[in-house]
């Protein structure tokens, strides 16, 4: 059983983790380097960091010890705990101070993540938009801490209120592990939780900081994480009265390209989807009778009608609201 504080939800940029915009026109230029080559070079001293450390895991946290290149009981070639691989994308967007409208990285490289489950954890798997309560502990490749966070946070993706956006590779990674299986509200501001998932994955800066350096983390250095996932919570990031996993029009996973009155602004976060000028919520709602008073409803999402003669959902279609 863990407890953690309900206190430690509200983060400002002073933790690490969070993906923290860059101010645009501070007018300081920055080299960058090919993003491509600077994964190539990461990838490389993760592979040689697996075949020449063991690590062992604590309660909180891991610790790393070197070994014999490729010594049986390194992390590439033990087997208490699969080590896995995934191919994750960069699924940064930006909002662009010039345009005003919400802006992909340019990013095309296909980034492998190394990662060791060790606990599946006995709650759900978040989807992308979910808010999702974490706790971590973070290491350099040299083995030192450069922060962790015991107590856990709501992150958002993208950033929404008191929730924080985290960087693309701890995100991703939290969609191979589940929630805890319960979480108890103590009433003090506490809450108890049991049998959190748990990941220790293995970053390339191009889903982390890339180029920035920040405390404890010189500037394209790869990360690892020690992740709990612990719960999570559906989101309406506009507040329209639908939640994020049902803006996907076109149900290609992918939030960002639904798009239906064509002003740049994605579904999930448009007050007006079909820019009939009427928001989506008065579009969903109905007036119905309770106790002999007219009382005001929103339909659930499956229940929002057609526009008479239509094929799509009223809020979708500007020929009626
Ligand atoms: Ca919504
Ligand atoms: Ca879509
Ligand atoms: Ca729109
Ligand atoms: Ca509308």
């Not at 966070?149 to 008191?162: I, M």
């Not at 919570?233 to 507040?239: A, G, I, L, S």
């Not at 989807?273 to 929103?298: F, H, R």
Request: aromatic share 12%; net charge negative.
């Amino acid at each position: 059983m863990k407890r953690f504080l309900t206190s430690a939800i509200v983060l400002g940029c002073s933790l690490l983790v969070i993906n923290c915009k860059k101010n645009d026109d501070n007018g300081k230029e920055t080299v960058i380097r090919d993003r491509q080559e600077v994964f190539n070079d990461n990838i490389q001293k993760i592979e040689e960091f697996l075949k020449t450390n063991k690590m062992e895991v604590l309660e909180d946290g891991v610790t790393f010890e070197t070994v014999a290149n490729e010594a049986s009981n390194s992390i590439w070639k033990q087997t208490e705990y699969e080590l896995k691989s995934i191919t994750l994308k960069n699924d940064t967007y930006n909002l662009s101070q010039k345009t005003g409208k919400y802006e992909k990285e340019v990013d095309n490289v296909e980034y492998k993540v190394y990662y060791l489950i060790i606990n599946e954890g006995g709650g759900e798997k978040p989807y992308k938009h979910d808010n999702v309560f974490t706790s971590y502990a973070g290491y350099n490749l040299d083995k030192t801490s450069f922060d962790t966070f015991p107590f856990g946070f709501w992150s958002s993706y993208p950033s929404l209120g008191a929730a924080t956006e985290i960087i693309s590779g701890y995100r991703q990674i939290l969609q191979q592990i589940n929630t805890a299986s319960g979480v108890t509200d103590n009433g003090d501001g506490t809450y108890t939780y049991e049998n959190p998932g748990r990941v220790v994955v293995f970053i390339p800066s191009g889903l982390a900081y890339f180029n920035t350096s920040r405390t404890n983390i010189s500037g394209y250095a790869p990360l690892i994480f020690d992740i709990k996932s612990i719960a999570l919570k559906e989101v309406d990031h506009d507040n329209d009265g639908i939640l994020d996993k049902y803006e996907d029009v076109n149900n290609n996973g992918n939030l960002w390209d639904d798009d239906t009155d064509g002003d740049g602004k994605p579904n999930f976060l448009d007050l007006d989807d079909d820019g009939d000028g009427y928001t989506t919520k008065e579009e969903i709602t109905y007036t119905t009778q309770e106790n002999g008073e007219t009382v005001k409803k929103l339909y659930p999402f499956d229940e929002i009608p057609n526009c008479q003669g239509g094929s799509v959902k009223k809020h979708l279609d500007k020929n009626c609201h």
